[in-house]
């Protein structure tokens, strides 16, 4: 253990971003604040602690420069986050995290370091046992990093570690699973917000799509204004880091997690970092942001009186896109784009994951959300249990028909703490041999197999969609309609980036293509 510490608590968020996107990282994905370690920070501010963040996504660190800083600072305790920029992300970015640890673990051993995150919090036990680490957190993060900086603080030689709750940690041979700790319920008193002036502002950038028709992309911020989910979607792994905390309180973590911060402290910080960095691209990182009226109304009418000239973008739900006047509100405090879940067309499908909606319903809420002037990034599934050709190729023509401003074509995938991780393990499914693996655009990409198709071929479906739906005539006439002619020359860059792949498969002739 360190003995003599510099800032109590160092917040590292990994790179790897070239692993994770490919060449897509260099220029067209976005390059976000990490919000939870944010967030981690304001909380042990509060507590009292000093802190410090270090980017290494945004500052291409290597491993190497990330042990320098550390040995450097001299921390109480390292915590290497890997929640990612959404629940899925957080698994891809275990590679990364990974390379850190071991980096520290060979240049600075003294200094204890802890990984938290969604990845970690689904996987605890298997988590510690394989990395470089002294701790893994097997919940949300803000009071277990409090109560073991108090251990580290009290008996840096000894610290009595079986006090420290959520925490996960070696006693000599033996892996220990301590009491899960609460998830914060007190967002306004203990984590009102971000700790904006730890972060390297300067470095952060929107991605290619939300900044259609403006002219930068930076400077860029992405905030919550929710935490945690209230629905529990099989793909999705968004309840693992608060899953345990809840249970030992006798609540259901399903139902329990979704919390809402104030709205008059989300404005506060849209109008600071407005005011202090001049951000205007902004994301709703809300796993559904469009929901609470009451919530969403307030936000918006608070960003309306700021006045400023925003860019922000949220995800929706098509049953939550159904108040005309709401969406014109949010069009009038910045929203310009919505994110809205539209999985598949097949009504096959969509019955076997219990999700999605009927076709009409669909372009009825689009629809509203266009009329409204906001412009729709539709999200669109193909590897579903119940997917084949036919049904994937019902959902692409679908897509097309919408011809939404942008769209995102993703493939199944069984993310650790999603059901479809534990249906996958209980059946013996192949999955990714690496956890880059689970990234969409990794090399090693490997979603799920259906019942008809191989992981392989559903991921060169989806490659091939890709191309198919951006490089058609009547997209490219609505963009440059719409955003104009730079962004139509950004489109055809985009489309012509490669994703090259280890796994991939023939793709038959269309089906039904029309």
Known sequence: MASEAGVDLLLVNPGGRGRIYQNLGTELAAKEPPIWAGLLATHAR????????????????????????????????????????NPNASTFAMPGATDICDALATAVPEVPVMLLGGHVAALPERTLREENVDFVCGGEGPITIDELLGALAASPQRPELQKVRGLWWWDGDTVVQNPPAPIVRDLAGEMPGMAWDL?????????????????????????????????????????????????????????N?????????????????????GVQNVKIADELFLLHKDHVGAICDGLIELGADLNLWAYARVDTCRDAALLARMRQAGVRW????????????????????????????????????????????????????????????????????????????????SQLYRDAIRRGWPLPASWAGY??????????????????????????????YFDRPEYRAMVQRTFGPATAAEVARMVAQPLPRVHTAPRPEPVGAR
């Open 439 to 468: 990234s969409q655009h990794a090399r090693d990409s490997l979603p799920l197999p259906t019942r008809h198709l191989t992981g392989a071929e559903v991921l060169s479906f989806r490659d091939a969609a890709f191309v198919e």
């Open 46 to 85: 509060r507590r009292g602690r000093s802190v410090a963040i270090l980017d290494a996504n945004a500052l291409d660190l290597a491993p190497a420069d990330v042990a320098r800083e550390v040995e450097a600072l001299r921390p109480r305790l390292v915590v290497v986050t890997v929640y990612g920029h």
């Open 257 to 277: 997690s979704y919390r809402r911060f104030d709205p008059q402290h989300v404005v506060a910080q849209i109008a600071r970092l407005h005011a202090d960095h």
């Open 338 to 417: 919505l994110a809205i879940g539209i999985e598949s067309a097949s009504e096959t499908v969509r019955a076997g994951v219990d999700k999605g909606y009927r076709p009409e319903a669909i372009a009825k809420a689009i629809g509203l959300v266009r009329e409204a002037g906001i412009h729709v990034m539709g999200n669109y599934i193909f590897g579903l249990p119940d997917d084949d050709h036919a049904s994937m190729r019902l959902t692409l023509d679908f897509a097309k028909e919408l011809n939404t401003e942008f769209a995102n074509f993703f493939s199944a995938m069984a993310y650790p703490g």
């Open 199 to 255: 972060l390297p502002m300067d470095r952060y950038r929107a991605h290619n799509w939300h900044c259609f028709g403006r002219p930068d992309r930076a400077p860029y911020a992405a905030l919550y204004t929710t935490l945690g989910c209230p629905f529990t979607c099989t793909f999705c792994c968004i309840q693992a880091p608060f899953k345990s905390g809840e249970a030992a309180a006798g609540l259901d973590p399903t139902k």
